[in-house]
């Protein structure tokens, strides 16, 4: 059971300068070990150098992040296109890895889900785009995540998707902007 919902605000952050907060987030949110945490922590310090890349932070009224989403315009040359290339192409959707920003991470602390933070961490961060659709990928089942992205207009665009040393199949999808209301 989710506690009382506190004051969440919604805005830009410094996620280069919060990225143990945000990964401490992620690591609850996804499940993750010390181990996994010290990899995506590169990742993530070398994906917000990229051209275009942004994030946004869901905070408390005492600063704590609580939920963070970042992303980038989509560049075929990085790693996730590279992977997710093939099944786009298999199933007809290659095009969509041309102009379209990639939500790269989306994560609220479980207390935090349910209370439309999420929701407002994607679609603030869409509307800032200037690429005509999003794409993203998600673990390919029934979740909330996965409803959410429905409800926002995201749709399969291949699925199951494998990811090198991922155990689970993923899901990407993609929806045009600006995302449904």
Do not use: C, K
């Not at 989509?74 to 007809?92: C, F, I, K, M, T």
């Amino acid at each position: 059971m989710s506690r009382p919902m506190e004051n969440v605000v919604v805005g830009p952050v410094d996620l280069g300068a919060r990225v143990d907060e945000a990964l401490a987030v992620q690591a609850l949110a996804f499940g993750l070990g010390p181990d996994e945490v010290a990899i995506r922590r590169q990742i993530v310090l070398r994906h917000l150098g990229h051209p275009g890349a942004r994030a946004l932070g869901a905070l408390t009224d005492d600063g704590r992040l609580v939920g963070f989403v970042y992303g980038m315009p989509n560049d075929r040359a990085h790693w996730w296109s590279s992977v997710v290339q093939p099944y786009l192409r298999r199933e007809g959707n290659d095009e969509w890895l041309d102009d379209a920003f990639v939500i790269t991470e989306l994560h609220v602390l479980p207390d935090f889900q349910g209370h439309r933070i999420g929701r407002r961490l994607i679609t603030d961060i869409t509307d800032t785009a200037t690429e005509p659709r999003s794409i993203l990928s998600a673990i390919d089942g029934d979740s909330p995540a996965r409803r959410l992205y429905r409800a926002l207009g995201y749709r399969d665009l291949a699925r199951p998707v494998h990811f090198p040393s991922a155990a689970r199949p993923y899901a990407v999808m993609g929806a045009p902007l600006p995302l449904l209301r």
